[in-house]
């Protein structure tokens, strides 16, 4: 079974409107991570946001935001007013500290373009 | 993650070969992991290493592929016998614990390998 579900391989948004990133997850441990990475098309992994299972409120960072529903096990990624830069591939992940503390587990990607 | 050094970036190779990716993670980390992507593909773990120690081989395929991190060193991932469906980016990340105590994975800029 699917550990990360992204149901968006590609996603086109408007340059400065808002988008959000569906992300959905399945673990059984009480305590875990969600994580958010850009992958542009230089290759390299940049880490966005971070939710704790245990955090009370939504994560934000910058631009960033983090839509955790958790009785949903629902990370949607929130990006507001989207730049041309924000093109990239963004995987959801999660590390369960509980199972598996030591690696993370990857979904397929969301491919999104800005477009001006 | 512009700390975490990975080498070569590109790494061309024919059938037969064996391919070297080595890895130093950031400065005062001691653990490492290291991740595949096949193309339009998320990261797939493949192990995780701490000095001189496996701690979880569990992605890593039983044969051709081997993964080591000495006391002094980069960790080194090895592919002897390379087949054409090893090509793929292979990422390496440190952390300064495998727990909760710091949740963050840092990312290298990832080698390119591919086979002829």
């Known amino acids: 079974a699917q550990k990360i579900t992204q149901t968006q391989p590609g996603m086109f948004v408007q340059e400065k409107e808002a988008v959000t990133l569906d992300c959905t997850y399945d673990?059984?441990?009480?305590?875990?991570?969600l994580f958010w990475y850009k992958q542009p098309s230089s290759g390299e992994m940049i880490f966005l946001i971070y939710q704790g299972s245990y955090d009370e409120q939504n994560a934000t960072e910058g631009r960033y935001s983090l839509n955790f529903q958790k009785a949903r096990k629902s990370a949607n990624l929130v990006i507001s007013a989207s730049q041309l830069g924000d093109s990239a591939m963004y995987f959801c992940?999660?590390?369960?500290?509980?199972?598996?503390?030591?690696?993370?587990?990857f979904g397929p990607g969301t491919s999104l373009s800005v477009i001006p | 993650n512009a700390g975490v050094m990975q080498n070569p970036r590109h790494l061309v190779r024919r059938r037969g070969q064996e391919a070297r990716l080595r890895c130093s993670p950031m400065?005062?980390?001691?653990?490492v992991y290291w991740y595949r992507q096949l193309p339009e593909e998320g990261l797939k773990f493949m192990v995780y290493?701490?000095?001189?120690?496996?701690?979880?081989e569990s992605g890593m395929p039983k044969e051709r592929f081997s993964a080591e991190f000495p006391k002094e060193g980069p960790s080194i991932l090895r592919i002897q016998q390379v087949v054409r469906g090893d090509s793929a980016a292979y990422f390496c990340a440190s952390s300064q614990t495998g727990t909760s105590g710091s949740y963050e994975q840092y990312f290298g800029p990832g080698t390119r390998l591919t086979v002829t």
């Open positions: 400065k005062g980390h001691s653990h």
């Open positions: 992940a999660m590390r369960e500290w509980e199972t598996s503390y030591d690696k993370v587990i």
């Open positions: 673990t059984s441990d009480q305590s875990y991570g």
């Open positions: 290493l701490q000095k001189e120690n496996i701690i979880d």
